[in-house]
């Protein structure tokens, strides 16, 4: 586990900086490495603001002795521009989440360093497109003025003419806009995984510590609780990073529906495997119940994006109960609907929130304290926009939940006079 957390810390795509209560550098990724052109026995020791231009060295030791008094996930320079340096002191202009953690009484901080040149190359591009645009329309039209009473067929010419730069000047806003949207959610991402990573990873690096100042006659006794412990915090970082993996294959529309006939009996085994696969995430106590009511032999379905919004039902249901609680599933596919229900007795949800659910990154605010993205009921809702189907909610707080899809089914007589 501690050689996956050390891939994932290398091989992230943007750079991460750590650093300790001091400033000195005391981690650096590969990433880091090439945004920075320092290898990493360059800069391991030496103080962060190597990596910033001088003028800013005085006042970002003032931020940075402020962050470590009042320490909180957040990004620097709200409002205002950052830029960072290069070994060659090549200076380049920058985004940067900050998070901290503790480790035997001693705060560490994370920075997550993005290279934003591409984007300000661009952003720069569009605005001075938007300038030439304006530029273009505003003589156009004093020469349409000009013209007008002359020349009945120019002036018809110019004014497509300008239809069609007024339609190229919107195209480049929305190309704008997508733009800022696209660079939002990175920067949401980075807040977000930043925090959500945050304890987890604590657990991690402490019960691996712990491992390994146990001794033998120690160890055997408590390694299954700490490797337990380990195997729980990789799986809630997991399940966040596939939330964001679907998502993003959603947004570029790389998802399709590819529904087909399947017999009913093959289809609740797949979903019993799925329960079989899932069971290790139950709490102390929790018991699945699934229970099937069949009146028809086939069911028209993509197996795929069905698993899916079964196992994002199952964890969601898993992760929001107390133990010992039982977790209620019911399948029920009659005449032309397939219905799948799943009810836990947890923490529930308000009225007021239940209106909200399956917006991207929505939480409950009874939720706040429990790992997850918030994006895995907005995620099912765009799979059962795929499928046709629709969604039930019924929940009550401090009783439970209860979610249920739809699924509409054609005839038995159409899908035979399909054969």
């Not at 009473?149 to 480049?172: C, F, G, P």
């Not at 929130?353 to 939720?367: G, I, M, S």
Request: proline share 3%; hydrophobic share 40%.
């Amino acid at each position: 586990m501690v050689n996956q957390f050390e891939a994932l810390f290398n091989y992230a795509t943007i750079g991460i900086v750590v650093t300790d209560h001091t400033g000195i550098i005391i981690n650096f990724n590969k990433y880091a490495e090439i945004q920075f052109g320092y290898a990493k026995t360059d800069v391991i020791g030496r103080p962060v603001e190597i990596l910033i231009p001088n003028s800013l060295h005085d006042t970002h030791v003032g931020h940075r002795e402020e962050f470590y008094q009042h320490s909180e996930p957040r990004r620097m320079g709200e409002g205002r521009e950052l830029y960072a340096l290069k070994k060659d002191e090549t200076k380049f202009p920058v985004e940067v989440s900050l998070s901290h953690y503790a480790l035997d009484g001693e705060t560490f901080v994370i920075a997550f360093v993005i290279d934003i040149t591409v984007r300000k190359r661009g952003e720069a591009m569009i605005l001075q497109q938007n300038a030439d645009l304006e530029k273009w329309t505003h003589d156009i039209r004093q020469l349409n003025a000009q013209l007008e009473q002359k020349v009945d067929d120019r002036t018809k010419m110019l004014r497509e003419t300008l239809a069609e730069l007024e339609r190229s000047r919107k195209e480049l806003s929305e190309a704008l806009e997508s733009e800022r949207e696209l660079g939002e959610l990175k920067s949401w991402f980075v807040t977000t995984a930043s925090h959500e990573f945050r304890t987890p990873l604590s657990t991690i690096l402490s019960s691996a510590w712990l491992l390994g100042k146990y001794k033998p006659e120690e160890y055997e006794e408590k390694k299954e609780k700490h490797i337990q412990r380990i195997k729980t915090a990789v799986e809630g970082m997991k399940g966040i990073l596939e939330d964001f993996l679907s998502l993003g294959k959603l947004e570029e529309g790389k998802v399709m529906a590819r529904t087909e006939e399947l017999n009913a009996g093959n289809c609740i085994g797949e979903l019993q495997s799925v329960i079989g696969e899932m069971e290790h995430l139950l709490k102390p106590g929790q018991q699945i119940d699934f229970l099937h009511t069949i009146e028809r032999p086939t069911i028209h379905v993509d197996m795929h994006l069905l698993k899916n919004i079964f196992i994002n039902m199952i964890s969601n249901a898993i992760k929001f109960s107390g133990e010992n609680t039982v977790i209620r599933i019911h399948l029920q596919l009659s005449g032309q609907d397939f219905s799948l229900s799943v009810q836990d007795k947890g923490i529930g949800i308000s009225e007021e929130d239940q209106q909200h659910l399956l917006e991207r990154f929505f939480r409950a605010r009874n939720a706040a304290n429990i790992q997850g993205s918030g994006l895995g009921l907005h995620i099912i809702g765009k799979y059962l926009e795929l499928l046709h189907g629709t969604i039930q909610i019924r929940s009550v707080l401090e009783e439970g939940s209860c979610f249920t899809i739809h699924l509409p089914q054609p005839p038995l007589s159409i899908l035979k006079s399909i054969l």
